[in-house]
């Protein structure tokens, strides 16, 4: 007599096993605050069919000028708390690195933090480009890293009128990596839209959760969920499993 009642739609696993970009280290910027509630995320992240986390704290001039030795110790924290939980899941970590001083410091010092295959993930400033990206990004490649662009969906300067900027950056070889939570519409209808647009014209070559807390999982849950996902397979190939 109940079949009327309709069950909520399960969430979809996701079309990669591998999350390059999320907060789940504790304690050192803006993500999880502590290793339990990091080892919470995680649990549902495997939900969604993650199997493999390259996690990727902050590291920004003045708020969070993490260092390798910061990271490996607040990523051993949580290795231990996954393995009292008796959760062996692959877990390591690089870093979003915000272009600023502090980064170009460390680029100098060699202290940098790639992923595997030497891909280096960096951020703009959310206020402007930063001065002369281009030449960055040549210098980087020569010294041997990979640059991906994290959320550049997110970066109004581009979005608002300057989509041309898109072209040209990934054309010249920087590849980029948008949101889940973008494309779940949780930062708003704008950053869908321009998440959409860099997918339907080829630009996506990353996807990542860029997840750091309880309401952000909730999101992707509802994401992973709906039919936008299922629209937005068509265009989704990220290299993610590559790494």
Known sequence: ????????????????????????????????????????LIERMQNWGIKRI??????????????????????????????????DIDISHSAEYRIDDYFFRQVEGETLCPMPGNFLLIENSFIQEPWDLDRI???????????ILAHPERYFYYAEGHRDRYVKLHSNGLMFQI?????????????????????????????????????HADSIDAYLASRDYQRHLRFLFPRNDSI
């Open 54 to 87: 390259i996690a990727s704290p902050h590291v920004t001039e003045a708020s969070f000028e993490n260092t390798p030795e910061i990271m490996d110790a607040a990523l051993a924290e949580l290795k231990e708390e996954l393995a009292r939980r008796g959760n």
């Open 179 to 215: 949101n889940l939570l973008s494309l779940s519409g949780y930062y708003g209808k704008a950053e869908k839209n321009t998440a959409e647009y860099l997918l339907e014209n080829g630009m996506v070559d990353f996807i990542g959760t860029d997840l750091h807390n309880h309401k």
């Open 137 to 147: 990004v040549f210098d980087l490649k020569i010294k041997g890293f990979k640059p």
């Open 1 to 40: 007599m109940f079949n009327f009642l309709k069950k909520s739609k399960e969430p979809q696993k996701l079309c990669v096993t591998t999350d390059i970009h999320c907060h789940v280290v504790p304690g050192i910027d803006d993500g999880s605050p502590d290793a339990a509630m990091s080892a919470d």
